[in-house]
């Protein structure tokens, strides 16, 4: 059965909500929401299936039939025979599918920490209380610089450094740390924020991803190489010492401690003096035929207008992102060439051709319930019983081309693309017994 059956989906209830920054949030008829960025508009695009039915495998859906076609089983909780409709003791239409927000910017990342939902994009920060209509703030490079006291002489001291986020990671301690474009690496406390460039000791200004090893050491990914933090101190491993490439974009630590790099060359793996490298000739990628390969915008950055790193719409070394499953195994996901599933010994590698959603794949990430879920240029895909599902906008979901993932302790999944945010609400337990539900999820006090 198709994870989200195309043909159920109704047009979707949209409620828009117009405001600039620190305008008043206005209430709409359904519900609330804030705006959260600065000129953007904030939009709630609610997807509902017409009739609830069952829970999907992954516990994370309501999928629905239109016609009640589907077959029920003894743990329907319709009951065996019984036409779907409401499900007794809820007394309103089922939960929708997904909630959209359209921000018109791009979600890069996402992280999740004691009830907060923190939104990377290219113009800014945004943390989310999800139990919440709109406990938002907004974090800018002008917002956040700490001014001196009033009347001194004192400039004060600089936030964040740059407003382009393009990973966030929570660190062991709470902190949230920040990877910008060319504004270096942030931590952020709650009530302090302490950036990194290379004046500090970091590669440099470029940072794409973090990572915490066993030992408390902080991993960089940078566009001048692997940095690692010791106490205060950084150092940054290069070509010279053995990297396969200097433009890093993703880190993952295995069980055995390693720490595995991808750049634009391949993966590099380092053991602590070492590296270990792989590339599209060792198996990495797959080969895409020239006439199957999507194109891409060109970039007019610093980095892609360098000598050998052309912005392309295919490269089998170039890794966007590594995840590693319970039983070690790395899957890795590159720019067009498909997702590569690598045991130590043997390469094997998914396109769109085995069901992957897209051949870009932005991000990977495990849910709760150790399912694999892809973030591709074509939709979200996961992997079930050894066969790849994609859901797409033809589902609900806000966007297909997805750059970041998140799932909640709440059973929320959450889903960053290129026009805004996508949030698939987790399942009640069936049937509900009285009280009504926010038809939203766990959203807070508000309106019904």
């Keep these: 059965m198709p994870y989200l059956p195309a043909n159920c989906i109704r047009p979707p209830y949209i409620t828009r909500l117009t405001a600039l920054l620190g305008a008043t949030t206005l209430a709409v008829s359904l519900f609330t929401v804030p705006a959260f960025a600065e000129g953007l508009d904030w939009t709630h695009t609610t997807t509902q299936q017409p009739h609830l039915i069952a829970q999907d495998i992954t516990g994370g859906v309501l999928v629905a039939q239109a016609d009640g076609a589907s077959p029920h089983s003894s743990a329907s909780p319709h009951g065996a025979g019984q036409r779907p409709g409401k499900v007794p003791g809820h007394g309103r239409p089922p939960l929708p599918t997904f909630i959209n927000f359209e921000t018109g910017a791009n979600v890069k990342a996402l992280a999740y920490a004691d009830g907060n939902l923190w939104l990377g994009m290219p113009n800014g920060l945004i943390r989310y209380n999800v139990n919440s209509y709109d406990d938002h703030e907004i974090f800018t490079v002008a917002s956040t610089r700490q001014t001196g006291p009033s009347g001194s002489d004192d400039p004060g001291k600089p ?45 440099d200004r470029w940072v794409y991803d973090v990572e915490f090893d066993a030992k408390g050491r902080l991993w960089a990914a940078t566009w001048k190489g692997l940095s690692v933090k010791e106490g205060d ?216």
């Design 159 to 203: 936030g964040l450094l740059a407003n382009g986020i393009y990973a966030l990671d929570i660190a062991p301690n709470g902190a949230l740390w920040i990877s910008t474009y060319g504004g270096g690496l942030t931590r952020y406390t709650g009530t302090e924020w302490t950036t990194y460039t290379p004046v500090e000791g970091i590669g």
């Design 233 to 448: 101190s950084f150092t940054t491993y290069t070509e010279a010492d053995g990297l396969i490439d200097k433009w890093v974009y993703d880190i993952a630590i295995d069980k055995a401690g390693l720490i595995w790099a991808g750049t634009e060359g391949g993966i590099s793996v380092f053991d602590g003096k070492t590296f270990t490298n792989y590339t599209h000739a060792d198996g990495l990628g797959a080969e895409i035929p020239a006439d199957q390969r999507k194109q891409v915008m060109d970039s007019n950055s610093r980095h892609h207008q360098s000598a050998g790193k052309a912005n392309q719409g295919y490269n089998p070394n170039y890794v966007l992102s590594i995840a590693i499953d319970d039983d070690n195994i790395k899957w890795i996901g590159t720019w067009g060439a498909g997702l590569s599933r690598f045991d130590g010994k043997r390469w094997e590698t998914f396109t769109t051709a085995d069901g992957l959603g897209g051949n870009f794949v932005h991000a990977l990430k495990f849910d709760n319930g150790g399912v694999l879920w892809a973030a591709t240029d074509g939709g979200v895909s996961y992997l079930q019983e050894g066969h790849w599902n994609t859901i797409t906008t033809a589902n609900g979901l806000q966007n297909d081309n997805v750059f970041s993932m998140l799932f909640d302790d709440q059973g929320a999944r959450w889903f960053g693309t290129w026009t805004g945010l996508s949030k698939m609400p987790a399942p009640p337990a069936l049937p509900l017994k009285g009280g009504v539900s926010n038809p939203h999820g766990s959203m807070g006090k508000g309106p019904a």
